[in-house]
């Protein structure tokens, strides 16, 4: 897993740029009671905590109805093919009770999956544009990468 990486080297630049700062790690979250109730306890501290600056976060494990308030900046280590999965991390930190103004980073690689994923990204979100915009001429100008493009 990638972004399991990823949080150990931010983990390692932090300890020698920030070593006073506190930070939390959440990778994985399950449906169960045990993960939530360990999520829930996370967020509460990193809302909460003055100390507390940084929190680590997988998307998939963002996505589980975090309300991060206190978070100012969003780095997007680890894309994924849907852009929506994306938009929901980010949507985390804006929320109901944000009073900081929220900066969005996103970290691709040259030459990465990662640059791959967005480019596929990319390709998703402009033929949904076109089809949102007019879906008669949408269908018309479907050539077959684009039809395997919507089905993949």
């Not at 680890?78 to 804006?94: F, G, K, L, S, T």
């Not at 879906?135 to 993949?152: Q, V």
Request: hydrophobic share 45%; glycine share 4%.
């Amino acid at each position: 897993m990638q972004i399991t990486s990823q949080c150990s080297c931010l983990e390692r630049i932090k300890e020698v740029a920030m070593p006073s700062v506190f930070s939390l790690k959440l990778l994985l979250v399950l449906a169960v009671p045990e993960h939530l109730l360990m999520v829930s306890i996370l967020v509460e501290k990193f809302q909460t905590q003055e100390d507390c600056k940084v929190f680590l976060i997988s998307l998939k494990a963002g996505g589980v109805g975090l309300n991060l308030t206190k978070a100012e900046y969003v780095f997007l280590l680890d894309p994924w093919w849907n852009p929506a999965v994306e938009a929901q991390a980010i949507d985390r930190a804006h929320r109901i009770g944000q009073e900081n103004k929220v900066i969005i980073y996103k970290f691709i690689s040259r030459g990465s999956v990662e640059e791959k994923i967005m480019a596929l990204q990319d390709r998703k979100l402009a033929l949904a544009g076109e089809l949102i915009s007019n879906e008669e001429s949408f269908m018309k100008s479907l050539d077959n990468d684009d039809i395997r493009a919507l089905l993949d």
